[in-house]
């Protein structure tokens, strides 16, 4: 069965620093995999995502990701964090069986210091 | 493009009573609807899947007695939760999957609905 794993529940940075969030799939195939993000209250936004192609994507707001098969990775990075940064951030792979379903990790909640 | 409302974004009801949540894609016809429950700090739980005019999957663990879903139509699905307890109390999400969309796991997602039962 297909699963998601991010090791990091909470991150703590400093305004300007650089960010990687981990996240580790389990999945027999190439996988779809995608980052949101959630904001307080809010719904979830995509970041990025990875289908196919050259390992290193490019998202929204900055955020990139690299797709590493041997490692069975899709770490999400950004040089420069800022403070509207801080958000909870969740990694999700596509899962077999039909309907599309997305499985979701359990989320890594950032904190942006000043 | 790609939006998901979703209404009303938050609601109290009493135990003992029935709520309504609606989901809808703006602007793009949906071939699958999801609803997600989040219970705070937590990940999103997959509730239940639906496909326009046909019954909803649940998954496993989730009574579908209790949490009614209708996709009366390619751009609108509600979730109804029956005889509400405190325990049901969480926030809501759907999502929504476009139709002939390339990336075929991608979801769109609606902002929440914060459900208090008292």
């Known amino acids: 069965a297909q699963s998601v794993t991010q090791p990091d529940i909470h991150i703590t940075v400093s305004e300007g620093a650089s960010l990687e969030l981990r996240c580790n799939y389990s999945?027999?195939?190439?996988?779809?995999l995608f980052w949101y993000v959630q904001s307080p209250g809010q719904g979830l936004q995509l970041l990025l995502k990875y289908f196919s192609g050259d390992t290193l994507v490019q998202g929204i707001k900055g955020f990139e990701a690299e797709f590493k098969r041997s490692q069975s990775s899709f770490n999400l990075r950004k040089p420069s964090v800022h403070w509207s940064d801080a958000a909870e951030y969740f990694c999700?792979?596509?899962?077999?069986?039909?309907?599309?379903?997305?499985?979701f990790g359990a989320g890594t909640r950032l904190a942006v210091h000043p | 493009g790609a939006v998901v409302s979703q209404h009303p974004s938050w609601v109290i009801c009493k135990s003992g009573t029935s709520v309504k949540i609606e989901c809808r894609s703006l602007?793009?016809?949906?071939?699958?609807m999801f609803w997600y429950r989040q219970f705070p700090k937590q990940s999103l739980m997959l509730m239940a899947t639906s496909n326009e005019g046909s019954k909803a999957t649940y998954e496993q663990g989730v009574e579908k007695d209790k949490f009614l879903i209708n996709h009366a139509s390619l751009t609108l699905s509600t979730l109804t939760v029956t005889s509400a307890h405190p325990e049901d109390s969480s926030f809501y999400i759907c999502?929504?999957?476009?139709?002939?969309?390339?990336?075929?796991?991608?979801?769109?997602f609606g902002p929440g609905t914060r459900l208090t039962v008292t």
């Open positions: 999945y027999g195939a190439t996988p779809y």
């Open positions: 602007d793009f016809q949906a071939t699958t």
């Open positions: 999502s929504a999957s476009l139709r002939g969309l390339s990336s075929p796991y991608e979801q769109y």
């Open positions: 999700a792979v596509g899962a077999s069986g039909g309907y599309n379903k997305l499985i």
